[in-house]
């Protein structure tokens, strides 16, 4: 099968496509055709040398895919081959910790491209325990732009954040691939939802997918903004994608009593506040990581109902991967970009 391998970290140049073995699933698991697969700022990453030191080379990135049953391994049951399908983007690789929540919390839980190979290829072997069945109806390119994502924002808004209708919510990096859907989930929630953007480009598409207030921070003082947006009372939940120096004022935007919901590091993975306005106003900071496989069936239930979609920048061959993280990088994406295994 051909896939897009790297052989050392670096920059997205280090992508090649080869030819490698075509996986034979085991017992227990299915081989899946790619059709589609979604690439993530963790993909950057993780492909930078960010999240770990040592990867087992020849590497395979990708934690998002969209595809169909190719190949039934023994004793799997309740699929069908040309079935569409959604992996998970983690799971715990010991069976014993399968039935642990949240799945994240799994002492051996690891994600696709980062403790196995990953979905930037023609096929991908994944246990049946972790797929899902795709009746959305979309384009398989559409659905590789929501596993992670979805999983993301289920967990940080539902799970972690207990967002409520009525809730001020805000969210830093709307236009990402998991800000854009973190929009809809506290919407969906029927909360109120505040955004941040570095571009005005952008800001219309942040509003088209409900944001009720865009900040500019560029432009505009984010704690400013958000309390007037909310009377002087701060955000009730805040959902922070950036870190770095940007979590201080996160923090300050954030009422007494409210929540903290940090799950990315655009920014810097080293933040810093003053901790008087933390322990003063009785803030919690609440870390939050992968969704359970719930989440993901919730989430594609919304989406087939219409009320959730995904957010698809673009879509690219898969000898494109170099670019498709280039553009990642250069925060030049609103939403999430697809690789397509079989494209000319």
Do not use: M, N, Y
């Given at each position: 099968m051909k896939a897009a391998i790297i052989r050392e970290f670096g920059t997205p140049d280090i992508f090649r496509i080869e030819d490698v073995a075509t996986p034979k699933p085991a017992p227990g698991n299915v081989l899946i055709k790619i059709l589609a697969a979604g690439v993530n700022r963790f993909d950057q990453y993780i492909r930078e040398g960010s999240v770990v030191p040592e990867l087992l080379f020849p590497h395979i990135l990708g934690a998002?895919?969209?595809?169909?049953?190719?190949?039934?391994?023994?004793?799997?049951?309740?699929?069908?081959i040309g079935q569409r399908v959604v992996p998970m983007t983690g799971y715990p690789n010991d069976e014993a910790d399968a039935d642990i929540h949240p799945t994240s919390a799994a002492p051996s839980f690891g994600v696709s491209g980062l403790s196995r190979p990953g979905s930037y290829a023609q096929y991908q072997e994944v246990p049946a325990r972790w797929v899902v069945k795709d009746d959305t109806g979309l384009p398989p390119e559409q659905v590789a732009a929501l596993p992670m994502a979805a999983l993301t924002a289920v967990r940080a808004v539902k799970g972690v954040g207990q967002v409520k209708a009525g809730d001020h919510v805000l969210i830093t990096a709307g236009s990402s691939g998991a800000g854009t859907f973190t929009i809809q989930v506290a919407k969906l929630l029927g909360a109120h939802v505040a955004t941040t953007t570095r571009s005005d480009g952008k800001a219309e598409a942040l509003r088209e997918l409900g944001a009720d207030l865009v900040i500019n921070t560029r432009k505009e003082d984010l704690v400013q903004r958000v309390q007037e947006w909310t009377g002087g009372q701060g955000a009730d939940v805040a959902v922070d994608y950036v870190g770095g120096d940007m979590f201080s004022a996160v923090l300050d935007a954030?009422?007494?009593q409210g929540v903290i919901v940090p799950v990315g590091f655009m920014a810097g993975t080293e933040v810093s506040f003053d901790i008087r306005n933390f322990f003063f106003g009785?803030?919690?900071?609440?870390?939050a990581l992968a969704g359970?496989?719930?989440?993901?069936?919730?989430?594609?239930?919304?989406?087939?109902?219409?009320?959730?979609h995904p957010t698809l920048d673009r879509a690219l061959p898969l000898q494109d991967a170099a670019e498709a993280h280039r553009l990642i990088a250069a925060n030049q994406v609103t939403g999430s970009i697809a690789l397509l295994p079989w494209a000319a």
């Open positions: 998002d895919a969209a595809g169909e049953i190719s190949e039934i391994g023994e004793g799997v049951t309740g699929f069908r954030t009422r007494p009785q803030k919690q900071i609440r870390g359970d496989i719930e989440d993901l069936r919730w989430a594609l239930q919304k989406v087939k109902e219409g009320k959730l």
